[in-house]
């Protein structure tokens, strides 16, 4: 069964520097997601993607944040510059029509 | 705004028991409501979805828009349900469309013991 995939599972940096998360969504899907989930917090929409461009995001996705699809098969979360706060599990999701389907997840780590 | 709360962060049942993990919304439209499960280790994935009305796991939910709840229920809950439950709205943008833009309750964690 096709799965979405994520890498790193785990990343650790420090804060001030970038980084990016990848994600494989599933190859037939048209829109692509990401949430995050801080520690003992909900799971929050950051932003969708379909159609090369951003359909939606939240007040979260501010300008450090950037997406991309760079070859057709990735589907990248940049974070520019990062923050302690934006240490979270980051989830990307893709869809054909309605139901989502999850990666396992990259945690994020910013000391 | 939408909202989604599961008010139990804990549930503890015995195995054989019924089960009922609760979710309120408070959304303005035509809510789309969900059930996720996330088994220990393992991805999120769809549980329910309420316009399809089937029962997966044995797991029914029933969207009461007078009380504006989803709750999720099962008659004989078993030690293979233990899990995170969570509900979740889509809710479409302004155009009118829905592109997957869930909002998720907290969660509740459920535990069936032997």
């Known amino acids: 069964e096709p799965e979405v995939t994520q890498t790193p599972s785990h990343q650790v940096t420090q804060m001030g520097q970038e980084v990016i998360l990848r994600c494989v969504p599933i190859?037939?899907?048209?829109?692509f997601y990401w949430y995050r989930q801080i520690l003992g917090q909900k799971v929050e929409f950051l932003v969708s993607?379909?159609?090369?461009?951003?359909?939606?995001k939240s007040e979260i996705f501010d300008d450090q944040f950037s997406v991309e699809r760079p070859d057709g098969s990735n589907f990248t979360l940049k974070i520019r510059s990062t923050k302690l706060e934006d240490s979270a599990m980051y989830f990307c999701?893709?869809?054909?029509?309605?139901?989502?389907?999850f990666g396992e997840g990259s945690r994020l780590t910013v000391l | 705004a939408q909202r989604v709360t599961q008010p139990e962060k804990l549930l503890s049942v015995f195995k054989g028991a019924p089960v009922e993990l609760k979710c309120n919304y408070s959304?303005?439209?035509?809510?789309?409501l969900f059930w996720y499960v996330q088994y220990s280790r393992q991805r999120l994935q769809l549980l329910l979805r309420?316009?399809s009305r089937e029962s997966i796991k044995g797991f029914t939910a029933d969207l009461n828009k007078g009380e504006t709840s989803f709750h999720l229920k099962k008659p004989f809950a078993q030690e293979e349900d233990s899990a995170m439950y969570y509900c979740?709205?889509?809710?479409?943008?302004?155009?009118?469309?829905?592109?997957?833009?869930?909002?998720f309750g907290q969660g509740t964690i459920l535990t069936v013991h032997p």
């Open positions: 959304y303005s439209g035509s809510p789309e």
């Open positions: 309420h316009i």
């Open positions: 979740a709205l889509n809710w479409p943008n302004a155009g009118g469309t829905s592109y997957g833009k869930l909002t």
């Open positions: 993607f379909y159609n090369n461009e951003i359909s939606e």
């Open positions: 190859s037939n899907h048209l829109y």
């Open positions: 999701a893709s869809s054909r029509e309605g139901e989502l389907f």
